[in-house]
């Protein structure tokens, strides 16, 4: 691959093309979304001195996965978010074929960015450095190198690194594929953050009674959270089953007892994290008041992403709102950040047979149901089909138009549901589970509800902030 020669000459051409984006009937009010080109994974998102900062694969050069970059956002509250320059380019040997994905940390003052320098060769096959880079004075970032090679005994799939800080000394997670073709979550260790040790392979298959597991992992991220350890990483590779892992990969989280000393992770079952069409590749940071935050992409590679309509827009994909986590009776919890509340505009509410509910104009819009069984029908494009004992959502396939159906299975008390003008993202039971999809309706987009059963509605249209 060769690079584009003056990055920043490119880049300026390119973002010309934002009006176009900006003017697109799917573009988003209040979600994260790149202005030009494609966008994937949420990257370093940090509270560091005083502001939120998010980071996010992003090629601005076009709707398709090359030239990754690491575009960067700030925000004083979770909801605001200001652009901010480009913060790596791939411009150095070692990360020649893309700056991929990564986190952040406070290194005593500095904010630093731990990412993948991924290189390809001819032959097709790869390596991968873990890099480093940090923040200067006037807010651009400069690269240290690479300081970690490729560990013996794994492919050249390494990346995605999550570093933390515990009792003085840094800790980072690495996505894996071992000789063997075996999805790895790998643990190493540094006194610096320049010179690493590894402790070794802390999940994946074949470990823990985790059988058929995957033939890579990517993005893990390990963090404590209400007595546990919770591990989310994104196994690629699982077999479908009936009712869940239906997308091309999945995210997916385990609890249990992580161990610094004897560096050992003993986890229970696997499970998905968000049962929607469109959710990969989340990651988390801590709030200001110590609240776990999850932003995840509301993409998933190698699917039918390539068919969506945005990309003759010159755009594509957007993340999902900021989720605060919680551990509880076995499950983890996601719910909106509540400064998302400050959204709201006037609350309504409604209740009555489904068939004669208001028809609510999909674009910027919460509400919350309460119901035995109905249908939510959004545009023509997406259908909710809510019964007791589980959540349906359907829609067309972009590439052969048959219906394509995800589910949520349990006992359906309550339902939350965000929309934003070409997505939609569903809070079940208070956040026991999430469906997250993105769909493509025509302006101006409604939402209908059918049945005969007896509904209780609270809506707000949400203001836009993007
Ligand atoms: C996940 C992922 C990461 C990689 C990045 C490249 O979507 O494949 O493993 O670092 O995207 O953009």
Request: charged share 20%; hydrophobic share 10%.
């Given at each position: 691959m060769t690079l584009p020669s003056r990055w920043p000459a490119v880049l300026q051409a390119v973002m010309k093309g934002q009006p176009r984006a900006l003017a697109?009937?799917?573009?988003?009010?209040w979600h994260l979304a790149p202005v030009t080109g494609l966008m994937n994974d949420p990257n370093g998102f940090i509270f560091f001195a005083g502001r939120y900062h998010l980071f996010y694969q992003w090629n601005p050069l076009g709707c398709d996965h090359r030239y990754k970059c690491w575009g960067h956002w700030r925000s004083d509250d979770l909801v605001h978010w200001h652009h901010e320059p480009l913060a790596l380019m791939p411009d150095e040997e070692y990360d020649r074929n893309g700056c991929y994905s990564g986190s952040a940390v406070d290194n005593r003052g500095v904010l630093t960015l731990c990412y993948t320098g991924n290189v390809k060769f001819d032959d097709g096959s790869r390596t991968a450095w873990q890099c480093l880079a940090e923040e200067q004075e006037d807010g651009s970032f400069k690269k240290c190198g690479p300081v970690l090679a490729l560990p013996e005994g794994?492919?050249?799939?390494v990346r995605d690194p999550k570093v933390w800080q515990h009792e003085g000394m840094w800790y980072m997670v690495l996505g894996a594929q071992d000789w063997q073709q075996r999805g790895k979550v790998l643990l190493f260790r540094s006194e610096d953050l320049h010179s690493w040790q590894p402790c070794g392979e802390i999940a994946g298959q074949g470990l823990n009674g985790l059988e058929d597991a995957g033939y890579m992992w990517e993005c893990p991220d390990l963090f404590a959270l209400d007595g546990t350890h919770v591990l989310i990483c994104c196994p690629q590779g699982l077999a479908r089953e009936p009712h869940r892992y239906l997308n091309t990969y999945p995210a997916a989280w385990m609890s249990g007892a992580f161990d610094y000393e004897r560096a050992t992770f003993e986890h229970g079952a696997l499970r998905e994290l968000d049962a929607g069409f469109e959710f990969y590749a989340p990651q988390t940071a801590l709030a200001e008041d110590g609240r776990r935050i999850l932003i995840g992409w509301m993409g998933v590679p190698?699917?039918?992403?390539?068919?969506?309509?945005?990309r003759a827009q010159g755009w594509i994909h957007q993340m999902t709102c900021p989720r605060e986590l919680r551990y509880r009776d076995g499950r983890l919890w996601q719910t909106p950040v509540r400064e998302l509340q400050r959204l709201r505009e006037a609350e309504r509410q409604w209740q009555g047979y489904a068939s004669d509910a208001p028809i609510l104009d999909a674009a910027r819009l919460e509400f919350e149901l309460i119901a035995p069984c109905v249908t939510v029908d959004f545009a023509g494009a997406l259908r909710l089909i809510v019964e007791k004992n589980g959540v349906r959502l359907e829609r067309a396939s972009l590439q052969t138009g048959e219906t394509l159906t995800r589910y949520w299975l349990g006992d359906v008390r309550h339902l939350r549901v965000l929309c934003d003008r070409s997505s939609v993202e569903i809070f079940i039971n208070e956040g026991e589970g999430v469906m997250s999809s993105r769909y493509f309706p025509d302006a101006p987009a409604q939402i209908r509800f059918e049945g005969a059963s007896n509904i209780t509605l609270r809506y707000w249209s949400l203001r836009s902030c993007m």
């Open positions: 697109d009937s799917h573009y988003p009010q794994y492919t050249g799939h190698d699917g039918e992403e390539m068919l969506q309509p945005t």
